[in-house]
């Protein structure tokens, strides 16, 4: 089942303004994952933060955790239209393997 | 190039008939691999998890005996939606991840099931 909510459920901006999305969760995690996915695809892969890192970035994306709140933050800088698609975090906690998924956001940039 | 390639992409059945879903790990050998499900707009609901060389385990509400899996090597998963019904109708979704903890997953391109 869903382990955690993301908000916005949807968010539209103009191209090369910030996105930020919000994650929140219930258990204890491992760590913590966001994904992508375009639209009637697969998801791919963006960025993992451990239970013991704050923050992490690469590229354009910058990733904050917070585990005494449990939530998470996804902020995507100077978007662009091809920024458009559906983020995802995921949770993975103790032993198990499969990965827990957020509500999702749902983002669209407008050229 | 792709490390999860999952196979068809989209299906059309006929109300009753049974589909096979493929998933193969193409870059390491995945003794676990998961089946998602996912209805328009919605997030990724797992269904169950494949072992290699036994049975899967099966998210609660899951039905098993509809819901076939199979995971007979280590590169290998299949899916088969069993006397598949319009209700069926969805967006499948296999993933695998390498045994080390804190890895990220990979994901197939997915299979768009409809059912008429």
């Known amino acids: 089942s869903q382990q955690g909510e993301e908000d916005p459920q949807a968010l539209s901006i103009q191209e090369g303004e910030n996105a930020t999305m919000n994650c929140s969760y219930k258990?204890?995690?491992?760590?913590l994952q966001w994904y992508r996915q375009n639209s009637g695809r697969g998801l791919v892969h963006l960025i993992l933060?451990?239970?013991?890192?704050r923050e992490k970035h690469s590229g354009r994306l910058r990733v904050t955790l917070d585990t005494s709140k449990k939530s998470s933050s996804l902020l995507i800088t100077a978007s662009r239209a091809a920024d458009t698609a559906s983020y995802f975090c995921?949770?993975?906690?103790?032993?198990?393997?499969?990965?827990?998924f957020g509500s999702g956001t749902q983002l669209t940039v407008l050229p | 190039g792709a490390v999860v390639s999952q196979h068809p992409s989209w299906v059309i059945c006929k109300s009753g008939t049974s589909v096979k879903i493929e998933c193969r790990s193409l870059d390491f050998q995945a003794t676990t691999m998961f089946w998602y499900r996912q209805f328009p707009k919605q997030s990724l609901m797992l269904m169950a998890t494949s072992n290699e060389g036994s049975k899967a385990t099966y998210e609660q509400g899951v039905e098993k005996d509809k819901f076939l899996i199979n995971h007979a090597s280590l590169t290998l998963s299949t899916l088969t939606v069993t006397s598949a019904h319009p209700e069926d109708s969805s967006f499948y979704i296999c993933s695998a991840r390498r045994q080390a903890m804190n890895t990220e997953a990979f994901f197939g391109q997915g299979t768009r099931l409809t059912v008429v």
């Open positions: 258990t204890s995690i491992n760590n």
């Open positions: 933060i451990r239970s013991n890192e």
């Open positions: 995921a949770t993975a906690s103790g032993s198990a393997r499969q990965l827990t």
